[in-house]
């Protein structure tokens, strides 16, 4: 592993989006004003606000973007609440990256790819989006099939409706769990708006998104003829100290730190307990 990985680095928080009710963007950069590190798509980071805790999280902006890093974080206990509370121009310290990323410039290559995300779940995932848009003459289509509790949840909506549903090299499909006012999208789960859709199975899936929602969503798309071959998903959420030493992410006999947190489903020998 890159020991250097190890080393806090002071990071400033440049600019803070507010996404959802409770997800906010942090656009973070070292103390010289650049990238503190570079990273793959699905590579983690450490945040730590010292004095009072840190938390592993993905980093959501595409390594194609040279100027600054970013991550989505939901406000969900007390590191994220302190970091929910910044004002821009305040420091936190960051280190990494960790953990294996998509394998994007390998198994991905030349393939239609079909990502599926559920509510934060799109944060992680993100990054791959980006970077093969960035990059699409080496890449095949772009679906996206995401999901939310309410239009209010959906992450990164404006991105999404302004840039993602105007390449012509994407589809973009939007469901909310239940009817609302002002949405004349689709309603419905995101498991069964998948089967409701029935991508070609020649496409390369990555998903991300909360248990269930990968729970039957890997059921409906073995139902339609996928196999877990072409399904990756990412279990950053498990990761503590992201170096192999802890043993609270192991899922079996794998470690999400240090075999993951990308993986195929062929490659796991079980699901996690809430699975």
């Not at 656009?27 to 798509?41: C, R, T």
């Not at 121009?89 to 953990?99: E, F, L, M, S």
């Not at 970077?131 to 772009?142: A, F, M, N, P, Q």
């Not at 003829?225 to 399904?231: R, S």
Request: proline residues 6%.
């Amino acid at each position: 592993m890159n020991t250097e990985a190890l080393i806090p680095k002071v990071g400033v928080v440049t600019k803070i989006t507010q996404e959802t009710p409770d997800v906010k963007t942090f656009q973070v950069v070292g103390l010289d004003g650049k990238k503190v590190f570079e990273h793959k798509p699905g590579q983690c980071a450490m945040l730590s606000v010292p004095g009072v805790g840190e938390g592993m999280f993905s980093i959501t902006s595409s390594p194609t973007n040279t100027e600054y890093m970013e991550f989505s974080i939901k406000k969900c206990g007390c590191v994220t609440s302190w970091l929910h509370a910044m004002e821009p121009g305040q420091q936190i310290t960051i280190r990494g990256p960790y953990g294996n990323g998509f394998p994007v410039d390998t198994e991905f290559k030349g393939k239609d790819l079909l990502v599926i995300a559920g509510g934060i779940g799109l944060a992680p995932v993100r990054s791959v989006i980006n970077y093969c848009r960035d990059k699409h003459e080496d890449y095949g289509s772009i679906q996206v099939i995401y999901g939310s509790r309410s239009k209010d949840d959906l992450v990164k909506y404006q991105e999404i409706i302004e840039e993602w549903e105007n390449d012509p090299n994407m589809i973009v499909n939007l469901t909310i769990d239940r009817e609302q006012e002002g949405w004349d999208g689709h309603v419905g789960f995101v498991p069964n708006y998948v089967k409701e859709l029935n991508p070609d199975l020649s496409k390369t899936v990555i998903m991300c998104g909360p248990p269930v929602m990968i729970k039957f969503t890997l059921a409906g798309l073995k139902e339609l003829g996928f196999k877990e071959t072409q399904v990756y998903t990412t279990f950053e959420l498990r990761m503590k100290c992201g170096i192999g030493k802890c043993g609270r992410c192991n899922i079996g006999n794998k470690y999400v730190c240090k075999d993951g947190p990308v993986f195929r489903f062929d490659q796991m020998d079980e699901l996690p307990n809430e699975y």
